[in-house]
Nanobody
Framework: EVRLLESGGGSAQAGGSLRLSCAAS????????MAWFRHLPGKLREAVAT???????TYADPVKGRFTISKDDAKNTLYLQMNNLKPEDTAVYYC????????????????????WGQGTQVTVSS
């Protein structure tokens, strides 16, 4: 069973940086699609970034140029480097992982049937 555990959330000032980590209980080397989502207050959960087993990435428009998704297969860990944070980035951030390739891995993929972590809060103040 895949278990995911996020860490690294917290508070930051606008313009600051945070790095989120997502530790997996299994090897992620062949995990077809891994992703970061966020749930903003009063809004639906939205995809932030995705990464494939071959490290191809996609980003949602609001975070392009500011956030970077990466993974370390040796550590079975997914990362999200968040730079130039904005107050509108305040949300609970979740990682998700799916080994199935029935759909391309991109921010359009809902990951509804994937494995999810419990989330980590990110709060950005102006």
């Amino acid at each position: 069973e895949v278990r995911l555990l996020e860490s690294g959330g917290g508070s930051a000032q606008a313009g600051g940086s945070l790095r989120l980590s997502c530790a997996a209980s299994v090897s992620i080397h062949s995990m077809y699609c891994m992703a970061w989502f966020r749930h903003l207050p009063g809004k639906l959960r939205e995809a932030v970034a995705t990464i494939t087993s071959t490290a191809a990435t996609t980003y949602a428009d609001p975070v392009k140029g500011r956030f970077t998704i990466s993974k370390d297969d040796a550590k079975n860990t997914l990362y999200l480097q968040m730079n130039n944070l904005k107050p509108e980035d305040t949300a609970v951030y979740y990682c998700a992982a799916d080994s199935r390739s029935y759909m391309s891995c991109g921010v359009q993929r809902s990951m509804a049937d994937a494995r999810w972590g419990q989330g980590t809060q990110v709060t950005v103040s102006s």
